[in-house]
């Protein structure tokens, strides 16, 4: 091995410590504090489950078999210990393992946060680019309309208008739920992945039933999206505009995309991975509004109900998962900055 | 870069190619959605489903499970559906003969669970034991025939094949008792079928909260947390067989949603809309509008065990607050109808309901109460409701009108769970609530409001600190009679003196309301939580 090898292995080795610390650390405040502010809730979990017309002696017999007689030190050392053994607890809300209801509603969740994500990312890179070649022209102007609706109007009330519209009016697309009736609980979702256990099952019209439930909560994440991807890639590149290599390459004769796509484009990579990068984390934790409306399963849906059920090791299990998501994803962004970027 | 325009004739056809399979695409999606409808022999129900806790009738103490436990199991003794009155026309006992103390139930000889397994004295003997021993939400039901873990066996005993005797230790008469066994948490499981999938001595329970083993008309094939219900018709259900061959339960957490589903016709019945929903719905084409009476009674509590407010225990104070309730405004203008004036504690329809509503709206009347009372300096009080619609109407409408009186009250509004923490604690001054009984049995509702023994926080009269020696005996001097016109006449009498004189003011009653397609006919609901059928449904 050269020398210039060894020292790129050693840098990226110690970025990648340097991430699992990060991720650590992270992941470790985060259950300490979202274990604080369950155990500070006002609402008693014990009898949210046994209800207002249970006897003292039921009631107690949840609280301890909840371990909620026990000190905060003791549950919280006893639940970490779970955690690291992959156990998240019983979720009191659906009387399931809290990783099996994970399993079940997180792909929901990453199949709609991705497929948007996608979306959103060619549409508003394209946006941006057509919006920074001419930036007082129409694609500028479509830029700034997209971005107030997307960020201005309510993803709640849009969903109800959309789902008014092109479900109940002109039936263009399949309403709530993720399929069609016919095939919703008919076939089997190994996966969790509707798309392709839609497709794995054979069954005649069960893929067009999922994409056509599939599209109006794409398009309202890709509304709220969208814009942010635009605008921020849009600034990004009109900052690099008057820069001295795009003038030389215009000098050239480099056509105006020509330099947009080759120089332009590459030289704002880690700002645009950047915003990709949280617009992601923000999709999969801020779906929830999507998800009720168009009433999908999914992480955001089932962190609101625990929530609002005072379901401690439901609220605790999606936290930590979200939080190792937007861990993960923020240190993959960073670590293709600093591979796009070897200044950086 | 120089932009290509050199297309040829190959990369033309191609390109027509993807645009057309695109076309395609994108009408075989707009087709999906446009020939969307529930399917038929399949009944698709729009309501939440978030409530859940268990599907097991020994826990599950929830009203979307109690809605369920009807269609799954049975139980010894049940209301007939078109007469809830009548406790003969359902349920596993085709006859019943009381002693002292106990009662004889003779079995249907028909009457098998949905995996074949015959009906047998050891499964009802099995199904009562392992709820009382479980001890889970509903068991305070059977506690109340002084059934505790360590003697429940004493009272269940096997006669013969096809007899059991079911007797109890409380000073109750055999028809309380008999309401008791048509409880849901009494409904009869299939020991055998439980017992396989049983773990660590939890008597089938984890199993049991997403699988039936039941009697009933229909038994569970999926259950999806949050998302769905799915069942298929019992083919050995007892009588006739359901007409429909399945019924799927959609949670959709919005009303919204659920809305737009039966407008469409993706659902046939929609559940749990707000008052102007169904004033919207009401004389749409294809759509129906169905109204049922409900047991949930709504009542204004105040806690006169909060010393920070010593006036909460002036009974001027209580007598002033019938007087201040816009009950008529509420429940029609307010509320759309979806509620009925009623002021005594058993809900209209239940046998010894008082019907009489001798309170109104009377701010001058209230005035002078108070100042007779030495009141009028300006009172202020705390008033809790749930953070959601209705409750924060209700609240609203209460603040106006208690405030032409003098009286001022701060609204907290809060989560359902922090409102009956703080109510337990006694951290309330005046709390807006809702009743259901636990059991179609008027003593469900009077051991709530006029019992206090232990001055703890288990009955509503424990939580307000109201000590009531005198209600106590006559209380526990009607669930002990045995003549069934006599205990009527107690009940009547103790509605009258809450209704009078006590820190609570009931004032409504609701009315349950859905929405179904004009298609689908035979859908039957009671006047209790339990008390829904969709055996008899078609569409």
């Known amino acids: ?142 830029l700034r309309v997209l971005s107030l609706v997307g960020n201005s109007l309510p993803i709640f009330w849009l969903g109800l208008l959309a789902l008014y519209l092109f ?42 039933s999922a994409i056509s439930h599939l599209v109006l909560p794409v398009l309202l994440l890709v509304a709220y999206a969208v814009g942010n991807i635009a605008r921020v890639t849009r600034a990004a590149l009109l900052a690099e505009a008057g820069r001295e290599y795009v003038l030389l390459a215009r000098a050239t004769g480099a056509g105006v995309w020509s330099v947009m796509m080759r120089h332009m484009l590459p030289a704002t990579a880690s700002i645009v991975l950047t915003v990709l990068a949280l617009t992601y984390t923000n999709l999969l934790q801020g779906a929830v509004l999507v998800e009720t409306v168009f009433a999908r399963p999914g992480i955001g849906r089932y962190l609101t109900t625990a929530l609002f059920a005072a379901d401690i090791p439901a609220i605790l299990g999606s936290t930590l998962v979200i939080g190792t998501c937007f861990v993960l994803i923020n240190g993959v962004a960073d670590l293709s900055v600093r591979i796009l970027d070897p200044r950086t | 870069m120089p932009r290509s ?84 026309g359902g349920g596993l006992a085709s006859g019943w003969q009381g002693g002292p103390g106990s009662l004889v139930f003779e079995l249907r000889p028909d009457a098998v669970f949905a995996s074949g397994h015959p009906v047998r004295p050891e499964d009802v003997i099995w199904s009562l034991s392992r709820a009382v021993k479980l001890n889970l939400s509903p068991a305070f039901i059977l506690n109340t025939l002084g059934w505790t873990a360590a003697t429940v066996d004493e009272h269940l005993e096997k006669l013969d094949e096809r007899h059991v005797r079911v007797s109890w230790s409380a000073p109750v008469g055999p028809s309380f008792a008999l309401s008791v066994l048509g409880s849901t948490v009494a409904s009869i499981v299939d020991e055998r079928d439980t017992e396989g999938h049983a773990r660590a001595g939890d008597l089938g329970n984890r199993w049991l909260h997403d699988h039936s083993a039941g009697s009933g008309p229909f038994r569970i094939r999926r259950y999806i947390p949050h998302e769905a219900l799915v069942l298929d018709a019992n083919p050995l259900s007892p009588g006739d067989a359901p007409q429909l061959k399945t019924i799927v339960i959609r949670s959709v957490p919005d009303a919204e949603t659920r809305e737009l589903l039966v407008r469409v016709g993706d659902a046939d019945i929609a559940r749990d809309l707000g008052p102007d929903q169904y004033a919207a719905l009401r004389d749409r084409p294809g759509l129906r509008l169905r109204q049922f009476p409900s047991a949930a009674v709504h009542y204004l509590l105040f806690d006169t065990a909060n010393t920070a407010v010593p006036e909460l225990a002036n009974p001027a104070l209580w007598q002033a607050a019938r007087w201040l309730i816009d009950y008529q405004g509420i429940a029609h203008q307010l509320l759309k109808d979806q509620y009925q004036v009623h002021q005594a504690f058993l809900a209209s329809g239940f046998p010894g309901a008082l019907e009489d509503t001798p309170y109104r709206l009377d701010i001058p009347r209230a005035r002078s109460i108070l100042h007779a009372a030495g009141l009028d300096h300006g009172l202020s009080i ?85 000590k009531i020696p005198e209600l106590n005996a006559l209380t526990l001097a009607a669930v002990g009679e045995r003549d069934t016109v006599r205990r009527l006449e107690l009940y009547r009498q103790i509605q009258t003196e809450v209704q009078r004189n006590s820190p609570f003011v009931i004032a409504l009653q609701e009315r349950s309301q859905l929405v179904m397609r004009d298609n689908i006919r035979g859908y039957r609901q009671g006047l209790n939580a339990d008390m829904v059928y969709y055996d008899r449904v078609t569409k």
Not at chain 1, 1 to 30: E, I, N, Q, Y
Not at chain 1, 172 to 189: H, K, N, Q, S
């Open chain 1, 1 to 142: 091995m050269t020398s210039g090898a060894a020292t790129a292995a050693l840098r990226l080795l110690g970025v990648l410590l340097r991430s699992a610390l990060t991720v650590g650390v992270t992941l470790t405040a985060l259950l300490c504090v979202t274990f604080a502010i369950a155990s500070l809730s006002p609402v008693d979990p014990a009898l949210k489950i046994v209800g207002e017309h249970a006897s003292t002696a039921t009631y107690a017999q949840v609280r301890h078999r909840m371990g909620l007689d026990l000190p905060w030190p003791r549950r919280l050392e006893s639940y970490t210990a779970g955690v690291l053994h992959g156990d998240f607890g019983v979720s009191q809300s659906t009387g399931a393992p809290v990783a099996q209801d994970l399993r079940r509603v997180f792909p929901a969740t990453l199949e709609l946060a991705t497929l948007s994500m996608v979306v959103s990312t060619v549409l508003g890179l394209a946006l941006a680019l057509v919006s920074a070649a001419d930036p007082r022209g129409l694609g500028d102007a479509l």
């Open chain 1, 167 to 208: 479900y109940a009016r002109l039936q263009w697309f399949g309403g709530p739920g993720r399929l069609d009736d016919a095939y919703e609980y008919t076939i089997d979702m190994p996966t969790g992945v509707v798309l392709w256990d839609a497709w794995a099952s054979g069954v005649q019209g069960a893929f067009a």
């Open chain 2, 5 to 88: 325009d050199s297309s040829t004739g190959s990369s033309k056809i191609a390109r027509s190619l993807r645009r057309r399979v695109a076309a395609l695409l994108i009408a075989g999606v707009w087709l999906q959605g446009a020939c969307a409808a529930a399917p038929p022999q399949v009944l698709v129900v729009a309501q939440s489903l978030d409530d859940i806790v268990s599907l097991d009738p020994a826990e599950g103490y929830e009203l979307s499970s109690m809605q369920a436990f009807t269609s799954l199991y049975q139980r010894l003794v049940q209301p007939d559906p078109d007469h809830p009155q009548d406790i003969k």
């Open chain 2, 382 to 466: 705390t008033l809790d409701v749930f953070n959601q619609a209705p409750f924060t109407e209700i609240a609203q409408s209460l603040q106006a009108t208690f405030a032409a009186a003098g009286v001022h009250l701060e609204i907290h509004p809060a989560l359902t769970g922090e409102v009956y923490t703080r109510v337990r604690t006694h951290s309330v001054q005046a709390v807006w609530l809702y009743w259901i009984p636990d059991y179609f049995d008027a003593h469900s509702t009077a051991s709530a409001f006029a019992l206090n023994l232990n001055d703890g926080t288990t009955s509503i009269a424990e939580r307000a600190g109201w």
